[in-house]
């Protein structure tokens, strides 16, 4: 082989190879591309609710014990704790478990007396405190729902001044939720397939799935004084009904 012809083949040979690695460089690069953003350009979402119907299976409401006195704390701390506990030993006694019976708050504020400012300018004197309010609040749960209403009548009848926020919820929301999530996202695809022959294209992969505004309503339905239900000539009855589950789905699909 002449020297002419062996320098023809090297060159041939230094722009084939040349030529492999640019048409490799390019394809690696387009893969990496499409892997970090696949059809960043190409691509539509659709959004849908799904719904689930669940029974309550827990009544939750709360109830205080609001003690009024002098400067004498320990003897209104002595009575608000006897009237609390009374209230806590009726629920006990009445089938509630004791780790469905939570303090929520104690508080103990000092009453003040206010004294009028002179009128020639001088320095008012400071407030006076005449007395305390002692408040001791109790969250509780109800599992058996025939005694909801003795549960609300009996703690004010054993000492608690007030009553109130009462409300449904679910022990263990999953079923409820899981069952909400698979119907959202049966109707975003159905969505998605409905657009997609609208628009005259073809689905391609689905790119994410992103929830949001999960939420159970937790409606409040009853609430009463002492001094109200002091009154009650019988035990109110209270109906949990129903509460409705809802999960928003979004669906993202690439558009071939």
Same mark, same amino acid.
């Given at each position: ?6 320098? !023809? ?6 722009a084939?190879?040349?030529l =492999?690695?640019? @048409? ?7 893969t ?12 539509f ?15 939750r &409401?709360?109830?205080s =014990?609001?003690?009024?006195?002098? %400067? ?7 009575? !608000?704790?006897e %009237? ?20 929520? !708050?104690? !508080?103990? +504020?000092?009453?003040?007396q206010?004294s ?6 001088g320095?008012c ?12 609040? @109790? ?6 729902f025939?005694?909801i ?6 703690? =004010?009848?054993?000492?608690?001044n007030?009553?109130?926020?009462l ?20 109707k975003a695809?159905?969505?998605a397939?409905?657009?997609?022959d609208?628009?005259? &294209? ?32 019988s ?12 999960v928003?789905?979004t669906?993202?699909? +690439?558009?071939?």
């Amino acid at each position: 082989m002449t020297n002419e012809k062996m320098k !023809n083949y090297l060159w041939a040979s230094l722009a084939i190879s040349v030529l =492999v690695v640019a @048409v490799s460089a390019w394809s690696y690069t387009r893969t990496y591309s499409d892997s970090i953003q696949p059809s960043s350009f190409r691509s539509f979402s659709v959004s849908a609710e799904g719904k689930s119907v669940a029974i309550p299976d827990i009544a939750r &409401f709360s109830f205080s =014990v609001i003690t009024e006195g002098g %400067k004498n704390i320990a003897d209104l701390q002595k009575q !608000n704790t006897e %009237k609390m506990n009374k209230a806590i030993e009726f629920l006990k006694s009445n089938g509630v478990d004791a780790k469905d019976i939570k303090t929520a !708050n104690y !508080n103990v +504020e000092p009453r003040y007396q206010y004294s009028s400012c002179p009128r020639d300018g001088g320095i008012c004197p400071p407030a006076e405190i005449v007395g305390y309010n002692i408040t001791q609040t @109790v969250e509780v749960r109800i599992r058996d729902f025939s005694k909801i209403g003795e549960a609300l009548s009996g703690v =004010v009848s054993n000492g608690a001044n007030t009553v109130s926020q009462l409300s449904f919820i679910l022990d263990n929301p999953d079923g409820a939720q899981n069952e909400a999530r698979a119907k959202a996202i049966e109707k975003a695809k159905e969505k998605a397939k409905t657009i997609a022959d609208a628009g005259g &294209f073809a689905l391609g992969r689905l790119l994410s799935i992103d929830e949001s505004n999960s939420y159970y309503p937790q409606p409040i339905y009853y609430s009463m004084k002492a001094s109200v239900a002091n009154e009650l000539a019988s035990v109110p009855t209270i109906e949990a009904g129903s509460q409705e589950v809802k999960v928003n789905i979004t669906l993202r699909y +690439e558009i071939k």
